[in-house]
């Protein structure tokens, strides 16, 4: 079960083409003016309660092995070096490993899976054919959690209610008592972000690390990034209108999304958020969010296949080739204007559309001439060999300006801990310390022992 593991794009990622929602049927689809879970509706799910056809088999993630190290140890005298031998850690009995974590990284038989990745169907024939030419194959690197969406697929699926949104962070969560092995939750996530733990016969999850967060510190795979890629903010959101923003057309939902998301600096907004019970602190914490920045202020970070509905809470920053190590007249060749999708992306546009904006090329062209347009600023400030001119012009087809430019040099290569990572107190925990005396001793049976209070545990 990986709860946190990073693909290799183009790839057929983890498990096997958990992109494919026609073999899967993860999320929602639209139908007619409304939208419904693509995986069943309540007769279906019943017919099906014992026997889910949709879910991934054991190949799909692959058999776990181990090794018989004893045959190091036990082996004969001989001439040749002693091998332990893969096992599986199922049947005990010797396998060939075909597949396992990070299998395809880094181009590795990027021939078979490469290909096998469903977003290059959004390519021409032309450009895939060059793609995969040995001297301009390209690759990067896509992390993935729990998006811990608006409108979950897992928990609409889910026969039992185990499954559940919390209200005073948004987390998405397993409930392990009331969980009943039924495996819904699995086909119902269109990113297969929900596991199955055979030996609990529970369903399991990333949790954000819930309990970190409620001491105010940031999720562990957040914290110990070394790329310092991770960011972690609060965002305040219209919940009244997540339903219209998920039955919209493919091409609309990503501006839809951001719509969905309000500003904290609006004082209507903070003023509705205190009638409705926000607590001042959340509020204060989603005006310092740097997600609020990317997402909606800057519009450079996208959400992972919005066409599943879900409207998932984790945003991705496409990315940018590597300056090109080549020269004229004395100057490395950043790529001019007009802007140039050869030049910026690794991939097509195409390619990034299908992938972060449901085939729409418009937000992902943004984003690109925007970050296009910081890095010839930064390279003006810094080395001085681009015309102020070219700087300019840029800034504005990307509709930006040199403060904004500036400001998300600072926020993605000089931000600290704190200003990257802005985890606010959570009402839950506050309303526990205020209350109660973690001290306190009671009597029970003549043993004395801490009693927690009925209700936040």
Not at 31 to 43: A, D, E, F, I, Y
Not at 139 to 163: D, E, K, S, W, Y
Not at 170 to 186: F, N, T
Request: aromatic residues 10%.
């Amino acid at each position: 079960m990986w709860w946190n593991n990073v693909e290799t794009k183009p790839g057929t990622g983890y498990p096997t083409l958990w992109e494919d929602q026609g073999k899967y049927r993860g999320g929602w689809e639209k139908r007619g003016k409304s939208v419904r879970l693509r995986l069943h509706n309540r007769g279906e799910g019943l017919a099906n309660i014992f026997y889910n056809p949709s879910l991934p088999s054991l190949d799909d993630y692959y058999e776990p092995w181990s090794y018989r190290y004893g045959d190091l140890t036990s082996a004969p005298s001989g001439d040749d070096q002693p091998v332990a031998r893969p096992v599986s850690m199922i049947t005990g009995r010797e396998m060939t490993i075909e597949a396992g974590p990070n299998w395809d990284d880094d181009l590795g038989g990027s021939g078979i899976y490469a290909a096998g990745d469903i977003n290059l169907a959004a390519l021409t024939t032309e450009e895939r054919q060059q793609l995969f030419l040995l001297e301009r194959l390209v690759f990067f690197h896509l992390p993935r959690i729990c998006n811990h969406c608006l409108n979950p697929g897992c928990v609409a699926a889910c026969p039992t209610g185990a499954i559940y949104k919390r209200g005073e962070d948004g987390i998405v969560l397993v409930s392990q008592e009331k969980c009943r092995a039924w495996r819904m939750c699995v086909s119902g996530c269109p990113y297969k972000k929900v596991y199955f733990n055979w030996k609990t016969g529970k369903s399991e999850k990333c949790i954000l690390c819930y309990p970190r967060q409620e001491t105010c510190q940031s999720p562990a795979c957040f914290h110990s990034c070394v790329g310092r890629i991770r960011y972690l903010g609060t965002l305040l959101y219209d919940a009244d209108g997540i339903e219209r923003c998920a039955s919209l057309p493919d091409h609309e939902l990503v501006e839809a999304q951001r719509e969905l998301i309000l500003d904290p600096g609006d004082p209507r907004v903070c003023q509705k958020a205190r009638e409705d019970g926000v607590h001042e602190a959340i509020i204060e914490a989603a005006k310092k969010s740097p997600v609020y920045n990317f997402v909606k202020e800057w519009g450079l970070a996208l959400p992972l296949h919005p066409e599943a509905r879900t409207l998932p809470m984790l945003f991705y920053v496409p990315p940018l080739l590597p300056v090109a190590a080549t020269m004229e007249d004395g100057k490395y060749d950043l790529g001019g204007l007009p802007f140039d999708d050869q030049v910026t992306g690794r991939l097509p546009i195409r390619y990034f559309a299908a992938l972060f904006a449901a085939g729409n090329d418009q937000p992902v062209r943004a984003a690109y001439r925007k970050l296009h347009a910081v890095r010839l600023h930064r390279r003006r400030e810094t080395v001085g060999d681009i015309p102020e001119e070219l700087v300019q012009q840029a800034l504005e087809e990307a509709g930006s300006t040199s403060q904004e430019a500036e400001a998300i040099y600072r926020m993605t290569s000089l931000a600290t801990f704190a200003e990257r990572h802005v985890v606010p107190p959570f009402l839950r925990e506050m309303a526990i310390e205020a209350t109660t005396d973690p001290f306190e001793r009671k009597e029970s049976t003549g043993a004395g022992f801490i009693r927690p209070p009925k209700r936040g545990w």
